[in-house]
């Protein structure tokens, strides 16, 4: 059975750089099943969408985030990965990874979330 | 794009059903049949319950159901138990490669 795994700082200095991991067990990351995402949910509120990619690196990011995301699947270690520059404090939040199958757009698998916080 | 618009809370009694709207625009909601519904109980993980406007994953009870008419989306929560308190979460496609999430209701039973 598929499981995702979340993993990075839990916290990051304003105007760094988030990295962030996602561990794919119980399936392979290549098998062209999903689309990976990243999903963030600031505390207390809504979620928000970052970004989908997949195995191949097509990636689809929020309009909003864009210029500012990057993510990457990693075959070799059966992982993919976020990376968030120039972060203020309103990129403190939950973040999840999550499956998503291709072109229906609706995310069926969640991992458990990781907190970053960032702060000074 | 602006986020989807849901009320902030709806609350209701055991036994009764509830109905959660979710409103977007002639490009998202009104458009595609891409509407999903997620439930999210405290502490923990959000959880698919609807896909496809309509469709239920397997294990999620039939209690909950889904609908569509223009531009707004529903979720309907029949024979409200205790346990079906929490937050809940519409998303749609956008298009142009856009995912559109809801600012979320939170249910309390009563």
């Known amino acids: 059975q598929l499981q995702l795994q979340e993993s990075g700082p839990g916290l990051v200095k304003p105007s760094e750089t988030l990295s962030l991991m996602c561990t794919v067990s119980g399936g392979s990351i290549n098998n062209g099943r999903y689309y990976w995402v990243w999903i963030r949910q600031s505390p207390g509120k809504g979620l928000e969408w970052i970004g989908s990619i997949y195995y191949r690196g097509t990636a689809y990011y929020n309009p909003s985030l864009k210029s500012r995301v990057t993510m990457s699947v990693h075959t070799s270690s059966n992982q993919f990965s976020l990376k968030l520059t120039s972060v203020t404090a309103s990129d403190s939040a939950m973040y999840y990874c999550?499956?998503?199958?291709?072109?229906?757009?609706?995310?069926?698998?969640w991992g458990r979330g990781t907190l970053v916080n960032v702060s000074s | 794009q602006s986020a989807l618009t849901q009320p902030a809370s709806v609350s209701g009694s055991p036994g009764q059903s509830i109905t959660i709207s979710c409103t977007g625009t002639?490009?998202?909601?009104?458009?595609?049949?891409?509407v999903s519904w997620y439930q999210q109980l405290p502490g923990n993980v959000p959880k698919l319950i609807i896909y496809e406007v309509t469709k239920r994953p397997s294990g999620v009870s039939i209690r909950f159901s889904g609908s569509k008419s223009g531009r707004t989306a529903s979720l309907t929560i029949s024979g409200l138990q205790a346990e079906d308190e929490g937050d809940y979460f519409c998303?749609?496609?956008?298009?142009?490669?856009?995912?559109?999430f809801g600012g979320g209701t939170k249910l309390t039973v009563l």
């Open positions: 002639s490009s998202d909601v009104g458009t595609h049949d891409l």
């Open positions: 998303a749609s496609y956008g298009g142009s490669s856009n995912l559109l």
């Open positions: 999550a499956t998503a199958v291709p072109t229906l757009w609706y995310f069926d698998l």
